[in-house]
């Protein structure tokens, strides 16, 4: 079983940067592959970035190509998500998850989540 708990969210103005951290705790999350989901109000949850189980593989949604970076510590049991240029519709609850990814991050299958960061960017 894999803990996840994520942090780094806030209040930022358009243009502006986080970088949410993502802790790992439990067994074997180095061989999970991971990613980050978000959630605004009134829509689904849709993925915005993985990184396979090494971190040499990623995958980013097209909105967020060019401005997002995610990358994975197996080290210290972190996923990090960088996020630069942040736009209004950037402005969602951001969730880290860690699962599978048969064939490369780009088919990520999420089996554990956190509960969430929220990030709000103003305009």
């Known amino acids: 079983q894999v803990q996840l708990v994520e942090s780094g969210g806030g209040l930022v103005q358009a243009g502006g940067s986080l970088k949410l951290i993502c802790y790992a705790s439990?067994?074997?999350?180095?061989?999970?592959?991971a990613g980050w989901f978000r959630q605004a109000p009134g829509k689904a949850r849709e993925i915005v970035a993985a990184?396979?189980?090494?971190?040499?593989?990623?995958y980013y949604v097209d909105a967020v190509k060019g401005r997002f970076t995610v990358s994975k510590d197996n080290a210290n049991n972190r996923v990090y998500l960088e996020m630069s240029n942040l736009k209004p519709e950037d402005t969602a609850l951001y969730y880290c998850?860690?699962?599978?990814?048969?064939?490369?991050?780009?088919?990520?299958?999420?089996?554990?989540w956190g509960r969430g960061t929220q990030v709000t960017v103003s305009s």
């Open positions: 998850a860690a699962g599978a990814a048969p064939a490369g991050p780009s088919t990520f299958d999420p089996r554990h």
């Open positions: 439990g067994r074997n999350f180095d061989a999970y592959a």
């Open positions: 990184v396979s189980w090494g971190g040499r593989a990623t």
